[in-house]
T-cell receptor, first 111, second 114 residues
Framework: GNSVTQMEGPVTLSEEAFLTINCTYTATGYPSLFWYVQYPGEGLQLLLKATKADDKGSNKGFEATYRKETTSFHLEKGSVQVSDSAVYFCALGYNFNKFYFGSGTKLNVKP | NAGVTQTPKFRILKIGQSMTLQCTQDMNHNYMYWYRQDPGMGLKLIYYSVGAGITDKGEVPNGYNVSRSTTEDFPLRLELAAPSQTSVYFC?????????????FGPGTRLTVT
């Protein structure tokens, strides 16, 4: 079946540290991959996406590369800020009704 | 541009009560979805709709009903509330065109059933 596995949190980092949140997936076909971010008390917001193998999505200093050979879409940021504290969800989708979310990884950034 | 709006933001229900969660989008998206998010978990699809008058079940539809009379609105109905329905509910929409099927989310409704 289709599924998304994310590293468990919470992840606690100091400001300006390097961030990696691992995401691997199982899917048939050729899904698009997404990272969503959920700030406290809010809905999910699309952070970045990649629609085919080797594509790199990027936004607000965050990056993720669609790796078909390792079925991964790891989220990275070179220097995190306190304002990046949130829950991050990896997701895959390859049809309007076939969208699968990981369980989320909470990131805490300390000043 | 308001995007996806949901009402109410919070609600407490007693067991056996009924309520409707409202969802409206102003992006002219054909596809709309209802998800629930339980603590520490990802989102699970309850129902979805591909257009006005067309709805279908997702992964966890039991205890819920939906209707889609217009492109903009997609209400979710809980008929006999149970404690297991305590959750945060998110409505989402996505455009018909484009290869990525990215979804746009509302702010959520936090529901407690006691």
């Amino acid at each position: 079946g289709n599924s998304v596995t994310q590293m468990e949190g919470p992840v606690t980092l100091s400001e300006e540290a390097f961030l990696t949140i691992n995401c691997t997936y199982t899917a048939t076909g050729y899904p698009s991959l997404f990272w969503y971010v959920q700030y406290p008390g809010e809905g999910l917001q699309l952070l970045l996406k990649a629609t085919k193998a080797d594509d790199k999505g990027s936004n607000k200093g965050f990056e993720a590369t669609y790796r078909k050979e390792t079925t991964s879409f790891h989220l990275e940021k070179g220097s995190v800020q306190v304002s990046d504290s949130a829950v991050y969800f990896c997701a895959l989708g390859y049809n309007f009704n076939k969208f699968y979310f990981g369980s989320g990884t909470k990131l805490n950034v300390k000043p | 541009n308001a995007g996806v709006t949901q009402t109410p933001k919070f609600r407490i229900l007693k067991i056996g009560q009924s309520m409707t969660l409202q969802c409206t989008q102003d992006m002219n998206h054909n596809y709309m979805y209802w998800y629930r998010q339980d603590p520490g978990m990802g989102l699970k699809l309850i129902y979805y709709s591909v257009g006005a008058g067309i709805t279908d079940k997702g992964e966890v539809p039991n205890g819920y009903n939906v209707s889609r009379s217009t492109t903009e609105d997609f209400p979710l109905r809980l008929e006999l509330a149970a404690p297991s329905q305590t959750s945060v509910y998110f409505c989402a929409s996505s455009p018909t065109t484009g290869a990525s099927y990215e979804q746009y989310f509302g702010p959520g409704t936090r529901l407690t059933v006691t």
